[in-house]
Structures are given as structure tokens and as C-alpha cells.
């Protein structure tokens, strides 16, 4: 399987804390783009981060990108009971394929 | 952004029958559109991906006579679960990309829940 894995598993914060979720892929990729998705509802984009990019900041959303040790890590600052989420890292691959990981359910205790 | 749609956007169905679900690029091309499944609590998992005008490429394990997917203009892909079982019962999920190439983000559609008695 090409689908990659993130840690932790669950992540459970008092508001306002900050959350780092990590993944790990396994191929050559394109590009990185996190999502949020709601229990049982669609996918957010959250934000995308190119192959030749190291880091990024979107809002209160930080990604960074170490390509040698293919891994990605999200940050969310200053966290919200609405954070409360599962995250997914995706990747495009230079086969034009797009592999999520594991995801990450985080829990944001007001 | 780009919006793509699904329909519907949730089906139930009994064992046996077949259902067609749509992804549609409702503002931008897609030569190429990905069929996600997702099990409650797991992340997605493609299924296939499907560039228009040609045969959709599978992944292992998926059984392309039970989901057949027809891409057949840059705006419209289909995804069809022939003789479903309570098995397949899952969230399916569209997702398509426009022409610009390797950069471009995925946008996914809404989903569409099926649920097979």
C-alpha cells in the first residue's frame, strides 16, 4: 500500500494550546496538502505544499516538508474547540497519484 | 476555489442491485478525477483513478467489473457499484484535477454515503 501514516493516532489538547500532527509517505512526490474532515462529512483543504517548499504558514496552520526523510508535520496555534477534526496529509505522487495517510483525530477541550 | 459535486449525496439500496454515482467539475475541467472510499473512522482509500477519455487505472485489491468508472468528458466521471452487498456499504468520495498539471490541488467532492440492505 502506498498510503502513508501520520502520528499520533489522536490527539486530545485543552483549548488554546498548539497541536502538531506528523506523516509519513513512502514515494517521489509532487506535492503535500493537509484536509480536515468533520465526522462524516466531506474534506476541507486546508493548505498544499509544493516539493521544492519547505515551509508554509496559512492563518494559525504552519506545514513543514523535509522531503529527505519524507515526512510533513501540521501545526495548529493557539487551538479551538472548532479545531476538533480528523486532519489527513495527502500526496501527489510523480505518477500523478494522490495517497491520504492514516489521519489524526484531534480533540479540542474547551 | 473549484467546486465539484457528487450525486447523490446519499443512497440506500438493496443487496443486488447496482448504483451509479456522479462527480462533476462544476467550474474547471478535470482531465483526471480519483474515486476515494472511506470506512467509518478510516481515511480514505483510492480506489481508482480515472483520466478522461481512456480506461480507469485500479488499485490492487479493487475489483474493476464490480466498480466500473466511466470518465467520459472533462467535466463528468462516473462510479458505478454493480450488484452491491451490504459490504459495500461506505462513504465515496470524487475528487478531481484540472488541467494545469502537477501542481494543482485535489477538489474533492462532498461524498456520497451508500448504504446496501
Known amino acids: 500500500s502506498q498510503q502513508g501514516e501520520e502520528d499520533p493516532q489522536a490527539l486530545s489538547i485543552q483549548e488554546g494550546e498548539n497541536a502538531t500532527m506528523n506523516c509519513s509517505y513512502k514515494?517521489?512526490?509532487?506535492?503535500l496538502q493537509w484536509y480536515r474532515q468533520n465526522s462524516g462529512r466531506g474534506l476541507v483543504h486546508l493548505i498544499l505544499?509544493?516539493?521544492?517548499?519547505r515551509e508554509k504558514h496559512s492563518g494559525r496552520l504552519r506545514v513543514t516538508l523535509d522531503t529527505s526523510k519524507k515526512s510533513s508535520s501540521l501545526l495548529i496555534t493557539a487551538s479551538r474547540a472548532a479545531d476538533t477534526a480528523s486532519y489527513f496529509c495527502?500526496?501527489?505522487?510523480?505518477?500523478?497519484?494522490?495517497?491520504f495517510g492514516t489521519g489524526t483525530s484531534l480533540t479540542v477541550i474547551p | 476555489g473549484a467546486v465539484v459535486s457528487q450525486h447523490p449525496s446519499w443512497v440506500i439500496c438493496k443487496s443486488g442491485t447496482s448504483v451509479k454515482i456522479e462527480c462533476r467539475s462544476l467550474?474547471?475541467?478535470?482531465?483526471?478525477m480519483f474515486w476515494y472510499r472511506q470506512f467509518p473512522k478510516q481515511s480514505l482509500m483510492l480506489m481508482a483513478t480515472?483520466?478522461?477519455?481512456?480506461?480507469?487505472?485500479?488499485e490492487q485489491g479493487v475489483e474493476k467489473d464490480k466498480f466500473l468508472i466511466n470518465h467520459a468528458s472533462l467535466t463528468l466521471s462516473t462510479l458505478t457499484v454493480t450488484s452491491a452487498h451490504p459490504e459495500d456499504s461506505s462513504f465515496y468520495i470524487c475528487?478531481?484535477?484540472?488541467?494545469?498539471?502537477?501542481?494543482?490541488?485535489?477538489?474533492f467532492g462532498p461524498g456520497t454515503r451508500l448504504t446496501v440492505l
Open positions: 475528487s478531481a484535477m484540472g488541467l494545469a498539471g502537477v501542481y494543482n490541488e485535489q477538489f
Open positions: 514515494t517521489s512526490i509532487n506535492n
Open positions: 505544499i509544493r516539493s521544492n517548499e
Open positions: 495527502a500526496t501527489l505522487n510523480t505518477g500523478n497519484q494522490f495517497y
Open positions: 467550474d474547471f475541467q478535470a482531465t483526471t
Open positions: 480515472s483520466n478522461e477519455g481512456s480506461k480507469a487505472t485500479y
